[in-house]
């Protein structure tokens, strides 16, 4: 299992910088044993989108969803 974390702040695994949309813990990704892939927003201050809908708990990705 592997937990991917993103955000501005330096201290993520995946820094993204130059972008206002982002928050400085922004959103945070897990892989299972099984290779699910989970995505969970940290109340980031707009949001986290799957397939255009805002989430609001963690979420299962499917092979072709598209994470915004």
Do not use: A, Q, W
Not at 2 to 18: A, E, F, L, P
Not at 49 to 63: A, D, M, S, Y
């Amino acid at each position: 299992m592997r937990t991917i974390k993103i955000g501005k702040s330096h201290s993520n695994d995946i820094v993204i910088d130059g972008d206002s949309t982002v928050s400085r813990e922004h959103l945070e990704i897990f892989i299972d044993d099984d290779r699910n892939v989970f995505v969970t927003d940290k109340n980031s201050l707009n949001g986290t989108f799957v397939n255009g809908t805002k989430i609001f708990e963690p979420k299962k990705l499917g092979r072709y969803d598209i994470l915004r």
